[in-house]
């Protein structure tokens, strides 16, 4: 009972951060060119913020989290390290995910002709700052 309350105000609190969540993601599509969307989510699959438009974003954050949960095994079994990525290419655009911290993702979609080395240089910067927003809500979670 006391894990269920506990894992209840962490999901309260997580989303106490979405408008800074949101600005950063608005920020990222903004600073790369055919970035067609963008959205956060727990590593459990809760959509925290998103900027996206003709998806589901409830979908596509679980879809992220069986993904994570896929790349995590992979990574592990293969000896790589933590996840830190992944990058998935379509006929019509790419699907690309990073680590927020240890407790959220970040997911973009972009279109064929986007950059993919801008798309990684500004989607871990904004991964990172977005990660550091998920912690801190859940550090005044832990000292409520």
């Not at 989303?15 to 950063?24: K, R, V």
């Not at 998935?88 to 690309?96: E, L, Q, T």
């Given at each position: 009972m006391k894990r269920a309350l506990r894992q209840r105000a962490e999901r309260r609190q997580l989303?106490?951060?979405?408008?800074?969540?949101?600005?950063?993601l608005r920020g990222l599509r903004a600073?790369?060119?055919h970035l067609t969307g963008a959205l956060a989510a727990s590593v459990d699959g809760l959509v925290?913020?998103?900027?996206?438009?003709?998806?589901?974003?409830?979908g596509v954050a679980a879809l992220t989290a069986a993904a994570l949960g896929v790349a995590l095994r992979l990574t592990e079994a293969t000896a790589r390290g933590d996840f830190r990525?992944?990058?998935?290419?379509?006929?019509?655009?790419?699907?690309?995910s990073y680590a927020a911290g240890s407790s959220a993702v970040l997911t973009t979609l972009a279109g064929p002709r986007t950059n993919v080395g801008r798309l990684h240089l500004e989607a871990r910067r904004s991964s990172a700052r977005i990660g550091a927003l998920v912690e801190g809500a859940l550090t005044r979670?832990?000292?409520a």
């Open positions: 989303l106490t951060a979405e408008p800074d969540i949101l600005e950063e600073r790369v060119p925290l913020a998103q900027d996206t438009a003709g998806v589901e974003p409830e990525e992944l990058l998935i290419r379509g006929d019509s655009g790419y699907v690309a979670v832990e000292n």
